[in-house]
């Protein structure tokens, strides 16, 4: 299933009226430990205001007095609201209970997938498409105003920020990235020059990569077939792989899990295609 | 009176960039103080799932968000249909600020909103580095 298509879950922890609060330590503890399962949730108990109800199923955990929980029931009947009593039940067994009420209510299963995607800055982005034609792995693609999207998140390349270095404006963010101004930090004239300069490092390792990878599997074919030896022909990817992984500060098992030369020469020639055809009806409505 | 700010909590959990000690103490001073707030495990993840949660926080008005770079956050609320108001937004950076200085914004009454300004005019239609990169394309 894809990740756009789960539902979710929402944790309440209700200490309020008609509930005993919980100790600060074990409130931590409950609220760190959903929080590294993966899980959103609400505190209430004291003042301040929270986010409104919306569709989503809710888990209302609470040390309900006499361990009664209250009978409540939205009245359009269009939130499922389901309520626990965690008295006396340690994190490990909040944990379990939580986990197999996710499981009957088909919600996601958080933590299987590390978030990494680029992130587009607008205000910066000038739909040049210069993304587009770049990615071989289907990330980017336009909405009905052909206006650039990032709509694949899942098939970007963990910890691969390549992308960021093609796009002139520094618009592509990767929240997770190390350093600024790709993390998100605001973006200097300096930065801007860099992230310029570094169209050429990409030229490398966009357009280059292709025929770099090409020519370097035309040697390696020819000796291959002179020699008979694969170790050879993949010895030889590897160095030139490294060399790029250097360059471009991209993870080299994410080189390495590039497709076959032939194969990234076709889907590269798909994306720059999709981006032609993209500026093309742009410009038509514009 | 305008209402106090909501708060919440982004605990980042799916990379090592927000300092654990700083997210742990901002979590601890927010167990500790008997506020009620939101809080995620990964706004980068729930953005990525187009979760329509995003919507629910983003609505209902002033909030405190303490998370990353305030760019960050700004564009990972729009990608997920769910724009933050950019008045009534204050983003709190656990990457860089001290937990200390985080947890003081957040219980502070007053909102200092704090998103990036969008474009402020678009570039000239003959400078637009969208239409050379068109003509370079469309000319390959
Ligand atoms: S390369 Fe940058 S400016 Fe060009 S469309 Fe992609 S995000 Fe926008
Ligand atoms: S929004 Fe920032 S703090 Fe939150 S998960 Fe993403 S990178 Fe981490």
Same mark, same amino acid.
């Given at each position: 299933m894809s990740l756009k298509d789960q539902t979710t879950l929402r944790i309440v922890l209700y200490e309020g009226s008609g509930a005993q609060p919980l100790s600060t330590g074990d409130r931590f503890t409950a609220v760190s430990t959903l929080l590294e399962k993966g899980f959103a949730l609400t505190c209430v108990g004291g003042a301040g205001r929270v986010a409104g109800a919306d569709g989503t199923s809710l888990l209302v955990l609470g040390r309900f007095d006499g361990g009664r929980t209250p009978q409540v029931e939205d009245a359009n009947g269009a939130v499922p609201i389901r309520f626990q009593d965690i008295d006396g039940i340690d994190t490990h067994g909040v944990m379990d209970l939580v986990e197999s009420v996710r499981a009957e209510a088909k919600a996601a299963k958080h933590g299987e997938w590390k978030p990494w995607f680029p992130v587009i800055d607008y205000d910066r982005?000038?739909?040049?498409?210069?993304?587009?034609?770049?990615?071989?792995?289907?990330?980017?693609g336009v909405d009905e105003q052909q206006h650039i999207q990032v709509q694949n998140n899942d098939n970007c390349k963990t910890n691969c920020p390549a992308c960021s270095r093609v796009c002139p404006e520094a618009a592509i963010m990767f929240p997770k990235y190390k350093a600024g101004p790709i993390n998100g930090d605001a973006v200097s004239d300096a930065d801007l020059q860099r992230e310029k300069m570094k169209v050429d490092i990409s030229a490398l390792l966009g357009g280059d990569i292709y025929s770099l990878?090409?020519?370097?599997?035309?040697?390696?074919? !020819?000796?291959? !077939?002179?020699?008979r030896d694969s170790s050879k022909a993949?010895?030889?990817?590897?160095?030139?792989?490294?060399?790029?992984?250097?360059?471009?500060?991209?993870?080299?098992?994410?080189?390495?899990?590039?497709?076959s030369p032939e194969e990234i020469v076709r889907r590269a020639e798909e994306a720059k295609a999709k981006a032609q055809a993209a500026l093309l009806?742009?410009?038509?409505?514009s | 009176m305008t209402p106090t700010p909501r708060i919440l909590y982004c605990h980042c959990a799916y990379?090592? *960039?927000?300092?654990?000690? %700083?997210k742990e103490a901002v979590l601890k001073?927010?167990?500790?103080?008997?506020?009620?707030?939101?809080?995620? $495990?990964?706004?980068?993840?729930?953005? $990525?799932?187009?979760d329509p $949660? =995003?919507?629910?926080?983003?609505?209902?008005? $002033? %909030?405190? *968000?303490?998370?990353?770079?305030?760019?960050? %956050?700004?564009? =990972?609320?729009?990608?997920?249909?769910?724009? =933050?108001?950019?008045?009534?937004t204050e983003v709190l950076n656990m990457r860089v600020q001290s937990a200390a200085e985080v947890s003081?914004?957040?219980?502070?009454?007053?909102?200092?909103?704090n998103l990036p300004a969008g474009k402020t005019a678009p570039p000239p239609a003959s400078e637009s580095p969208e239409n050379e990169a068109r003509e370079e394309m469309t000319n390959a």
């Amino acid at each position: 299933m894809s990740l756009k298509d789960q539902t979710t879950l929402r944790i309440v922890l209700y200490e309020g009226s008609g509930a005993q609060p919980l100790s600060t330590g074990d409130r931590f503890t409950a609220v760190s430990t959903l929080l590294e399962k993966g899980f959103a949730l609400t505190c209430v108990g004291g003042a301040g205001r929270v986010a409104g109800a919306d569709g989503t199923s809710l888990l209302v955990l609470g040390r309900f007095d006499g361990g009664r929980t209250p009978q409540v029931e939205d009245a359009n009947g269009a939130v499922p609201i389901r309520f626990q009593d965690i008295d006396g039940i340690d994190t490990h067994g909040v944990m379990d209970l939580v986990e197999s009420v996710r499981a009957e209510a088909k919600a996601a299963k958080h933590g299987e997938w590390k978030p990494w995607f680029p992130v587009i800055d607008y205000d910066r982005c000038t739909n040049c498409m210069q993304c587009l034609s770049f990615c071989l792995f289907g990330v980017y693609g336009v909405d009905e105003q052909q206006h650039i999207q990032v709509q694949n998140n899942d098939n970007c390349k963990t910890n691969c920020p390549a992308c960021s270095r093609v796009c002139p404006e520094a618009a592509i963010m990767f929240p997770k990235y190390k350093a600024g101004p790709i993390n998100g930090d605001a973006v200097s004239d300096a930065d801007l020059q860099r992230e310029k300069m570094k169209v050429d490092i990409s030229a490398l390792l966009g357009g280059d990569i292709y025929s770099l990878l090409r020519e370097r599997s035309e040697k390696a074919k !020819s000796r291959f !077939s002179k020699e008979r030896d694969s170790s050879k022909a993949l010895q030889e990817r590897q160095k030139c792989l490294t060399k790029l992984a250097q360059a471009g500060d991209i993870p080299p098992e994410v080189l390495m899990s590039l497709p076959s030369p032939e194969e990234i020469v076709r889907r590269a020639e798909e994306a720059k295609a999709k981006a032609q055809a993209a500026l093309l009806a742009a410009n038509r409505t514009s | 009176m305008t209402p106090t700010p909501r708060i919440l909590y982004c605990h980042c959990a799916y990379a090592q *960039i927000v300092p654990k000690e %700083v997210k742990e103490a901002v979590l601890k001073k927010l167990c500790e103080s008997n506020a009620a707030f939101d809080a995620v $495990a990964d706004l980068c993840e729930m953005s $990525a799932r187009r979760d329509p $949660a =995003l919507k629910r926080l983003a609505e209902g008005g $002033a %909030v405190k *968000i303490a998370a990353c770079y305030p760019r960050a %956050v700004k564009w =990972l609320f729009h990608a997920a249909h769910a724009d =933050l108001a950019a008045e009534a937004t204050e983003v709190l950076n656990m990457r860089v600020q001290s937990a200390a200085e985080v947890s003081a914004a957040l219980f502070h009454p007053d909102l200092k909103p704090n998103l990036p300004a969008g474009k402020t005019a678009p570039p000239p239609a003959s400078e637009s580095p969208e239409n050379e990169a068109r003509e370079e394309m469309t000319n390959a």
